[in-house]
């Protein structure tokens, strides 16, 4: 299957100070990558759509000045944690989508990035 | 009613048991589905994605979807410790976005 990459692999940082995780599609060209945050024991749920060059659509509920998502090009998608508290503390998984060939039309994951905010 | 649903487990099992593992869910327009394996603290794996009804095998692995009773299925064959992991199955509505709905995720363990 394709590669998916995410780092930091894990982070803590202080309440207040902003946090960024980057997701890489290595063999192949994400048109679209998705950010999903999951909670302990719980299923995925997603945050976010991004298509490469444009604007991030959110999921109601959450707040796209707070979750900031940048797809600058078509392996690189950022999510910046801005202000983060101790609620958004999580497991922050990203995903990508080619359109053909590797990748095709199916969702690859990255290893995940877990945020504790102290 | 969530669009999903899936039985968080967990399920025990023996080693070299058969395991069925399955998802139902309410929106007939669902054609997509899929089954990811996730360990603890990792990202989900894609071990299976079908496009509409019937059956599809992958080594151990055979997933069924019945889209008239809205109903798919995972099985393991000759389950192995190394299965024990939660098990994710996600269903998406082409074209556009591809955003994907996940269930819960069915907690498996294989005892040895």
């Known amino acids: 299957g394709a590669v998916v990459s995410q780092h930091p692999s894990w982070v803590i940082c202080k309440s207040g100070t902003s946090v960024k995780i980057e997701c890489r599609s290595l063999d192949f060209q994400a048109t679209t990558m998705f950010w999903y945050r999951q909670f302990p024991k719980q299923s995925l749920m997603l945050m976010a759509t991004s298509n490469e060059g444009s604007k991030a659509t959110y999921e109601q509920g959450v707040e796209k000045d707070k979750f900031l998502i940048n797809h600058a090009s078509l392996t690189l998608s950022t999510l910046t944690v801005t202000s983060a508290h101790p609620e958004d503390s999580s497991f922050y998984i990203c995903?990508?989508?080619?359109?053909?060939?590797?990748?095709?039309?199916?969702?690859?994951f990255g290893p995940g990035t877990r945020l504790t905010v102290l | 009613q969530k669009e999903v649903e899936q039985d968080p487990g967990p399920l025990s099992v023996p080693e070299g048991a058969i395991v069925s593992l399955n998802c139902t869910y309410s929106n007939s327009a669902f054609q997509y589905f899929m089954w990811y394996r996730q360990y603890s603290r990792k990202g989900p794996e894609l071990l299976m994605y079908t496009y509409s009804s019937g059956n599809k095998e992958d080594g151990r692995f055979t997933a069924q979807v019945d889209k008239s009773s809205k109903y798919i299925s995972l099985f393991i064959r000759d389950s192995q410790p190394s299965d024990s992991a939660t098990y994710l199955c996600?269903?998406?509505?082409?074209?556009?976005?591809?955003?994907?709905?996940f269930g819960t995720g069915t907690r498996l363990k294989v005892l040895a």
């Open positions: 996600a269903m998406s509505v082409p074209p556009g976005t591809y955003k994907y709905i």
């Open positions: 995903s990508a989508r080619g359109t053909s060939g590797k990748g095709g039309n199916e969702q690859f």
